[in-house]
């Protein structure tokens, strides 16, 4: 799934911003949205930044999800990323059809909130070549996947100057995992540590939370419904994140592009 190195700016081995981007993937209406609307408010109360995985065809003008999503941009602390038309595999998709999907999604964005995306976060984190050629025409200059994603070999700075490559920031760190069918917590401590192995490895580090993480579960299903120890255990992991002073960004921000 690694494209060519000549498309991408990998992002081993940086001098950063040292800093922690939190994002937060499968943003649309019909599902879950009650853990959606409390974790967006959890950023907005706490005044810090979010970066937003939007399925565009599944978000619509004049409802809760939407009008949420519109807060948060305005207060300048939700930064809007395409994750996709429909959430579907890109990689089985044709290059011209992926193309076809992210012009939908960015006009889509447009639409809706007055502003093109810059950023593509791939459903289940997969790309391939194609989906480097269609980012590039639009032109999409950030992609984020996974770190499993990256290339161990390839040195990069993080303020790429060539805007013909796409940057790839990769979510590093997960709030929880999905395992033999459900999703397991991750303690506080790990969390906390691994943010400290990437800041240290790669310069910043990317933490991936999802609706899914902070829904209760009933007999292995998940409901609409707002698992709040999980969202103390979020405000446990961002306010260790400030007493070290260390800064809560966007991806954008991180990267330097605005």
């Given at each position: 799934?690694?494209?060519?190195?000549?498309?991408?700016?990998?992002?081993?081995?940086?001098?950063?911003?040292?800093?922690?981007?939190?994002?937060?993937?499968?943003?649309?209406?019909?599902?879950?949205?009650?853990?959606?609307?409390?974790?967006?408010?959890?950023?907005?109360?706490?005044?810090?930044?979010?970066?937003?995985?939007?399925?565009?065809?599944?978000?619509?003008?004049?409802?809760?999800?939407?009008?949420?999503?519109?807060?948060?941009?305005?207060?300048?602390l939700f930064?809007?990323?395409?994750?996709?038309?429909?959430?579907?595999?890109?990689?089985?998709?044709?290059?011209?059809?992926?193309?076809?999907?992210?012009?939908?999604?960015?006009?889509?964005?447009?639409?809706?909130?007055?502003?093109?995306?810059?950023?593509?976060?791939?459903?289940?984190?997969?790309?391939?070549n194609d989906?480097?050629?269609?980012m590039r025409?639009?032109?999409?200059?950030?992609?984020?996947?996974?770190?499993?994603?990256?290339?161990?070999?390839?040195?990069?700075?993080?303020?790429?100057?060539?805007?013909?490559?796409?940057?790839?920031?990769?979510?590093?760190?997960?709030?929880?995992?999905?395992?033999?069918?459900?999703?397991?917590?991750?303690?506080?401590?790990?969390?906390?540590?691994?943010?400290?192995?990437?800041?240290?490895?790669?310069?910043?580090?990317?933490?991936?939370?999802?609706?899914?993480?902070?829904?209760?579960?009933?007999?292995?299903?998940?409901?609409?419904?707002?698992?709040?120890?999980?969202?103390?255990?979020?405000?446990?992991?961002?306010?260790?994140?400030?007493?070290?002073?260390?800064?809560?960004?966007?991806?954008?921000?991180?990267?330097?592009?605005?």
């Open positions: 799934m690694i494209p060519n190195n000549s498309a991408i700016a990998y992002t081993h081995k940086l001098n950063g911003c040292k800093c922690v981007i939190f994002r937060l993937d499968d943003i649309r209406n019909g599902y879950l949205e009650a853990p959606q609307l409390a974790l967006m408010n959890f950023f907005i109360l706490k005044n810090e930044s979010i970066s937003l995985g939007i399925i565009m065809d599944q978000i619509h003008d004049g409802n809760n999800i939407y009008q949420k999503i519109n807060e948060g941009y305005k207060k300048n930064e809007l990323g395409i994750h996709g038309w429909d959430h579907v595999d890109y990689t089985k998709l044709t290059e011209n059809e992926q193309r076809l999907s992210l012009l939908k999604a960015n006009e889509k964005m447009y639409t809706l909130f007055g502003k093109y995306s810059k950023i593509f976060i791939p459903p289940f984190n997969l790309f391939n989906t480097v050629s269609a025409i639009y032109p999409l200059r950030i992609l984020s996947s996974a770190i499993y994603y990256d290339h161990p070999d390839v040195e990069a700075s993080f303020i790429d100057t060539d805007s013909n490559r796409i940057i790839h920031m990769p979510e590093m760190t997960d709030f929880s995992i999905y395992y033999n069918e459900s999703w397991v917590k991750v303690p506080i401590k790990f969390i906390l540590s691994d943010i400290d192995y990437d800041i240290r490895t790669y310069g910043y580090s990317i933490v991936m939370v999802h609706p899914h993480n902070f829904a209760i579960q009933v007999n292995g299903s998940l409901t609409d419904n707002v698992d709040y120890d999980q969202i103390r255990s979020l405000d446990s992991v961002v306010s260790a994140i400030k007493r070290k002073n260390i800064e809560i960004m966007t991806l954008s921000e991180a990267a330097g592009i605005q």
